[in-house]
């Protein structure tokens, strides 16, 4: 890069690479390169980072588990934030206090341990706390809108700042934080006691429906399209006979319509395409206007 970055080299050390590729940072498995990767484990890391990207005008993005995100295949410009470091899971009382990294699974799982309810929708999400926070994931009728209380957040002016749950504006699949410059470092979660044997066989019953329903053994970001309103997704796109269209090694799960599947080597390209055809094509028979839930990043991509 042009820039001086000598100090985030200095910050990071062996957290830190050029060149970094993010095929394995990202469920779909495709893209290119990050120009640079840093991998913070502390909130004062992820702040001294943003204060010299942000000082030398560096571009940046920030991804968590990368399971709803298409990386373009010509990589992303500037520097990429990595959370994964960045975990910990805190319990007291009925709420859990989880770093940004934190997968959704591990708070799934710990919070049936210490006997809590109502996380069991998120323990078949393959997407950290942080990135389902933005998104405001959710299944089987919950969302992470039902249990947050609390957002500890980096804004973009580098200071930190604690947004309770109506500040975070959570709709469907949509939040405060997909345009608002906040950094997610932290949450709090809050769930009600319940019987961990119960609690169980909830997680066991969903992770099943999903395995049963879902083209688990295939690379994809989930459910690529939001639920448009009075439609299903799937229903649209089936109807549309898109089940099994491919694209290069992108294909329409012929199990679950509503995913788009890295079915053979894809790359990003091949997903985008298929995307569009998807779109175009249920657009044309049906006059419902599909959006993509998977946020598009990297070189020559822009907002669908």
Known sequence: MMKDIKELKELFGERYFEN???????????GGNADIAIFPQTDLEVA??????????????????????????EGV?????????????LTEGTELHVKSG?????????????????????????????????????????EMKDVIIRVKVLDCTGNIRTRENYECEFSYRESAYQTNGDTILSAV????????????????ELNEQRRLKQPLDYPSAGSTFKRPKG????????????????????MVSEKHAGFIINYDNATSRDVSNLIDIVRETVFRKFGVELSAE???????YSER
């Open 20 to 30: 970094f590729p993010l095929r394995q940072y990202n469920t779909f498995h495709t």
């Open 102 to 142: 934190s997968l959704l699974r591990e708070i799934a799982y710990e919070s049936m341990r210490q006997s809590l309810t109502g996380f069991e929708f998120a323990s078949g999400i393959p997407g950290s706390v942080g990135g389902a926070i933005v998104m405001n994931a959710g299944a089987y009728g919950s």
């Open 231 to 250: 439609f299903f997704a799937a229903k649209l796109i089936e109807d549309s006979g898109l089940k099994g269209c491919r694209v290069g090694g992108a």
């Open 189 to 204: 979660i809050e769930l009600r006691q319940g019987d961990e044997e119960l609690i169980r066989e909830r997680m066991n």
């Open 77 to 89: 410009e500037g520097v990429v934030i990595i959370l994964s470091g960045l975990k910990g899971i």
């Open 294 to 300: 998977v946020k598009l990043i990297g070189r020559n």
């Open 48 to 73: 001294d980072s943003l204060r010299i990207l942000r000082a030398e005008q560096i571009p940046f993005c920030i991804i968590g588990n990368g399971s709803n995100l298409l990386i373009s295949d």
